[in-house]
């Protein structure tokens, strides 16, 4: 079993910056994928980022490309996303999640374990 956490969401105002960090714990298997997604009130959950094992190869969502970068410290088991110039609109909570394969996927279906989330909320 793999425990996902979150941390580093907060408040900031529009064209500030975050930095996500997402922690393993339990058994953990370092050799697959991992990703964000997010929620916004009302609506559906999406992907936003993805990388691969090696961290050599990255998928991000157009909305975010050039904002948010995403990358992985296997030694430490963690993931994270850095958020640049928020906009109001990045409102949402964001999770962290191990995918089953090692390719930087979009699809949620390709994940197996989910963080709890952690709230990220942009002012204008």
């Known amino acids: 079993q793999v425990q996902l956490a979150e941390s580093g969401g907060g408040l900031v105002q529009a064209g500030g910056s975050l930095r996500l960090s997402c922690a393993a714990s339990?058994?953990?298997?370092?050799?697959?994928?991992m990703g964000w997604f997010r929620q916004a009130p009302g609506k559906e959950r999406v992907f936003v980022a993805a990388?691969?094992?090696?961290?050599?190869?990255?998928y991000n969502t157009g909305s975010v490309k050039g904002r948010f970068t995403i990358s992985r410290d296997n030694a430490k088991n963690s993931v994270f996303l850095q958020m640049n110039s928020l906009k109001p609109e990045d409102t949402a909570v964001y999770y962290c999640?191990?995918?089953?394969?090692?390719?930087?996927?979009?699809?949620?279906?390709?994940?197996?374990?989910w963080g709890q989330g952690t709230q990220v909320t942009v002012s204008s």
């Open positions: 999640a191990r995918s089953r394969r090692a390719v930087a996927a979009p699809r949620a279906s390709d994940y197996d374990y």
């Open positions: 339990g058994r953990t298997f370092r050799s697959d994928a």
């Open positions: 990388i691969s094992w090696t961290g050599d190869s990255t």
